[in-house]
């Protein structure tokens, strides 16, 4: 519940970190059952949404990894809280003319998913001086050839793209990540997409061997996500609270 407004903020720091508790016992419990290391899973907690007072309370419990899927709303949330210490993910979907905005206050971009993308960012980030994480994002429904309904290859463009970020002045290939598919052969399967993205890692870490970032698993799946293997889960719901109905 976004409840913010009606409560005080030290209401909402004890609702933060009840929730911050609760996962943090999912993914433990995970790694356990999986016979994994804690340490070798990261939360990112997405705060879409919610204000910037989140994010500073967040902060306040020890976060330290935030994403966010609109410029706009990043880039104002970033500058808020320009003073804590904290790593920003871009994980939505992004257009070539925001890349220069994108760039300023990202360390990692989890959704490249077209060469077009590769340019401006490898523009941008030169640009800035700065080296960009970028995340190959996986459209596991998608045909040969085709983009995903929300963003990301097709796997059977992950590797020129990868290839294309590798070579790129700026930008640094960390990984992939995807969003399991709610259509097709994978929908309700999140572990069978997962382990999916996990072989397509596999062989990407063939060619590329420090590009070891899978980034799986969201409230609703993060169990499955580091049974098959994820280093990077993307909470939201499940720390914040139930989004309104905007996007
Ligand atoms: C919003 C979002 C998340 C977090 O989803 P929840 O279901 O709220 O945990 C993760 N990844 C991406 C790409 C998102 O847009």
Redesign the pocket.
């Known amino acids: 519940m976004n409840d913010t407004a009606a409560t005080g903020s030290s209401d909402r720091q004890r609702q933060l970190a009840a929730n911050l508790a609760q996962v943090e016992e999912r993914i433990a419990a995970a790694c356990r059952d999986a016979g994994r290391d804690r340490a070798d899973v990261t939360l990112i907690v ?1 705060t ?1 949404t919610y204000p910037a007072s989140d994010v500073r309370l967040l902060s306040g419990l020890g976060v330290r990894q935030v994403a966010e ?1 609109r410029d706009q709303e990043a880039g104002a949330k970033a500058a808020e809280t320009a003073d804590l210490p904290l790593n920003w993910h871009f ?2 979907q992004l257009q070539t003319n925001k890349a220069r905005s994108v760039v300023r206050y990202a360390d990692h971009v989890h959704s490249v998913d077209r060469s077009r993308l590769v340019g401006a960012l490898s523009h941008a980030a030169t640009a800035e001086g700065r080296r960009l994480g970028c995340l190959v994002q996986v459209a596991l429904d998608a045909e040969s050839g085709t983009q995903g309904e929300r963003g990301g290859v097709a796997p059977d463009g992950v590797e020129a793209l990868a290839d294309a970020i590798a070579a790129a002045e700026g930008l640094r290939l960390d990984g992939l990540m995807t ?1 399991a598919p709610l259509a097709g052969r994978y929908a309700g399967q999140p572990r069978a997409a997962f382990d999916r993205l996990m072989e397509i890692s596999s062989r990407l870490r063939e060619a590329h061997p420090a590009a070891n970032m899978v980034s799986a698993g ?3 799946d993060l169990e499955e996500a580091v049974a098959a293997g994820a280093t990077h889960v ?5 720390v914040l609270g139930v989004r309104a109905r905007l996007r």
């Open positions: 997405v879409k899927n994980v939505g969003v969201m409230s609703q993307r909470v939201g719901t499940a």
